[in-house]
């Protein structure tokens, strides 16, 4: 299910296959975030066109809109969706459990309001993992408890013990199905690991999510308000004590440095609506770092957004025209720069693995270090 093909000598970056029912994906990879069933401006055929190998949807949201009948009806989401490659489910624990919307949570599960309709929900642990079933993804993952990340100790402390009690839980749910999702193709499930920004509660934390032999080990309540130091210092401190043989997928982490940063430490998975939501705010990655493209110095600019970017809108059209579409208000501007921030990221892990594969990782790390500007914000999901 997974193979490491190469590991980097001087650091802990390594290069592998994630094999799924809906094909092989290289690793370490990016995901783009298809909450509503869609990434936000680009279309599945494009993302497969560029060399993205997976997506993540999401099992709460999904539930809510469009709901399991249609889902179950259609074929499932890669039929709904019309995308042959790797799909990844999350749980939704973390829109669940959003303030506005929930009601209570306990180790029963979690009762919350529907945001689309007057009505309440309850979903247990099972719950949820028959939903991943329903939806025919690839790789379920378990149902966390993802507290605030400023939460007290004891709050951490409790969110960590239930998020293991679940995790048994639907651990147990999906092997008394064989590991297969309702259309009868095998589903891998992915623990989470979670712990705030303690470093008892995420050691902890990894140990006991390792423990129950998932599929594959996920990092998660990270990248939700704290700073890139924290969350670097949580990932580390999970890190070692999670299996080095299986796929890790740090939760959420999506800008090129942070990215290049985590595979370093042996992350071989990612997803963040970085990409796509940046460039709805005309943030674009070009090969020096991000530019903010609606300011007036673009406006005569004729160059492509990256001259290194081989994308479509990096060939065909310029940054003054960019410039415009996004000062007229001209919604293309979203897709163009969706599609190319996309693009960017998914051909950065490609220049990654081809890095790592020739034992030239540090190197190519060095130098994007070097040249690339980084933004000074705070890690954000
Ligand atoms: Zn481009």
Known sequence: MFNIKNTDPSTQARTGE???????AKTPFFMPVATKLTIKHVTPMELEQMGGQAVITNAYVTYLKPGMELIKEVGGVHRLMNFNRTIFSDSGGFQMLSESFLKEVSDKGVSFHDPFANRAHFLKPEDVIRIEREMGSDVAMCLDHVPAVKSKEEDIAEAVRRTHVWAERCKKYHDAHDSKNIYGK????????????????????????DALDFDGLAIGGLCIGESKEEMFKAAKWQLPHLSKEKPRYLMGVGSPEDIIEAVSLGVDCFDSIYPTQNARHCHVFTR???????????????????????CYVCKNFSRAYLHHLSRSFEWTHHRYLSYHNVYWVVKFLERIRAAIDKGEFEEFRKEFNERYVKRKISAKR
């Open 18 to 24: 994630l094999k799924t029912a809906h094909g092989t």
């Open 186 to 209: 095998r589903q891998l499930l992915f623990g989470i690991a979670q712990g705030g920004l303690s470093k008892e509660l995420r050691e902890k934390s990894a140990k006991a999510i």
């Open 288 to 310: 020096k770092g991000t530019i903010k493209l609606d300011r007036g110095r673009y406006s005569k600019d004729m160059s492509p957004l990256d001259p290194d970017c081989d």
